[in-house]
C-alpha cells in the first residue's frame, strides 16, 4: 500500500471487495469450524461430517447462516482494519525508528484489529449465534442476520453486541498480529531472496527494501502467515465462540458432564476460565477443535485481502 491516504483507502476498498469474494466461497467452512467448536451432543467427528450432516438435514443454505451479516459489515470493518495497519505502521516506523520491526508490526497488528473491532464485533455476534444453530432443534431462535440483529436488540440492548469486545479482541488481535508478524517477515525474506539472486541489482548491493517481490512469492508469504497464525490461535478463537453463543443461550444438548450451566448452556466466566474447562475435559485435541477448517478458511480469505 502507498503513503497516501486516498491511495490507501482505494487499495483497502478493492482489497476488501477481493476479500468477500472469498468468504463467500469459504463461508461453509467457516460455520463448519464454529459447529465443531460449539459444546453440543452428540459431537461432530471433523469438517466433513459437519458438512455432510449439515447438508443431510437442514439443506445447502444452512452452511451460509450468518453471511448476511458478513456482507452488511466485512466490506466497512476490512477498510477500517487494513488503513488502520498501514497508519499505526507507517507512524511507528517514522517516529519511532529504534524499535524492532517484528514489534512495530505486532503493535499495528493489534491496534487495527482494536479499531476494526468495533464494526467486527457485532458482525461476528450475528454471525456467529446463526451458525451454530441447528434447524432441526425444534426451531430456530433467529431467521436470518436481521432478525437476530432485532432480537438482539430487544433483548439485550445495544450491549449485548459490545458484552463480547473483548473475548473478541482476545482472539483477532493475536490473529492479525501474529499475522502481520510473520507476513512481513516472509516478505523481508523474499526481497533477499529477489536480490541475492541479481547480484548487479543496487538494491543487492545497498541493502535497500524497494525490491519487487514476486506476486508468487507474495501470495505464498500470506498464505504461510495466515495458516500459522489461525492455526496457532484457534484455541482463543473456540473460547471467544463459547462465550459469545452463551450470551445468547444458543449451546443447546450439552451434556450434564460437560461443565457447569447457565440457561441451558455452558457457563463460563471468562476467556481463560473457558480455556481451562475444555483442557480439564477434553485435553489439547478439544482446544484445538476446529482449528483446520479454520486455516483452510483464513488461508484464501486473507491472502486475496492482503495481496490484492
Known amino acids: 500500500m502507498t503513503t497516501t491516504s486516498e491511495s490507501v483507502t ?24 464454529a459447529r465443531l467448536q460449539a459444546p453440543v451432543e452428540p459431537p461432530y467427528k471433523g469438517t466433513l461430517d459437519v458438512l455432510q450432516r449439515t447438508l443431510k438435514s ?33 507512524q511507528m516506523s517514522l517516529r519511532f525508528s529504534e524499535i524492532p520491526d517484528f514489534a512495530v508490526h505486532f503493535t499495528a497488528g493489534m491496534l487495527a484489529e482494536t ?30 442476520s436481521y432478525d437476530a440483529l432485532k432480537k ?61 517481490i514476486p506476486f508468487h512469492h507474495t501470495i505464498l508469504g500470506s498464505a504461510t502467515a495466515g495458516a ?27 451434556s450434564s458432564s460437560s461443565g457447569s450451566r447457565c440457561g441451558g448452556a455452558l457457563y463460563y466466566t471468562g476467556m481463560m476460565d473457558c480455556l481451562r474447562k475444555v483442557y480439564t475435559q477434553q485435553g489439547v485435541h478439544g482446544l484445538f477443535r476446529g482449528a483446520g477448517a479454520r486455516v483452510i478458511h483464513y488461508v484464501p480469505a486473507m491472502t486475496v485481502t492482503v495481496t490484492c
Open 152 to 212: 438482539i436488540i430487544k433483548y439485550e440492548g445495544i450491549g449485548g453486541f459490545y458484552k463480547g469486545y473483548f473475548a473478541t479482541l482476545a482472539s483477532f488481535g493475536p490473529f492479525s498480529a501474529l499475522y502481520f508478524v510473520f507476513y512481513e517477515r516472509l516478505k523481508e525474506l523474499s526481497r533477499k531472496l529477489v536480490s541475492s539472486g541479481n547480484t548487479s541489482d543496487n538494491a543487492a548491493k545497498h541493502g535497500q527494501t524497494n525490491v519487487d
Open 115 to 144: 479499531f476494526a473491532c468495533i464494526i467486527y464485533v457485532p458482525v461476528d455476534v450475528v454471525k456467529e449465534r446463526l451458525q451454530v444453530q441447528r434447524g432441526n432443534e425444534g426451531g430456530m431462535m433467529y431467521h436470518g
Open 10 to 33: 482505494v487499495n483497502a476498498l478493492g482489497s476488501a471487495s477481493a476479500g468477500l469474494i472469498s468468504r463467500l466461497l469459504t463461508h461453509p467452512l467457516d460455520t463448519a469450524k
Open 58 to 90: 437442514e439443506g445447502f443454505f444452512a452452511l451460509y447462516r450468518g453471511f448476511g451479516a458478513i456482507l452488511v459489515g466485512g466490506t466497512p470493518g476490512t477498510i477500517m482494519y487494513l488503513c488502520s495497519y498501514d497508519y499505526v505502521k507507517n
Open 228 to 254: 500459522a497464525a489461525s492455526w496457532l490461535t484457534s484455541p482463543l478463537d473456540m473460547a471467544k465462540l463459547r462465550l459469545q453463543i452463551q450470551r445468547g443461550g444458543m449451546a443447546t444438548n450439552v
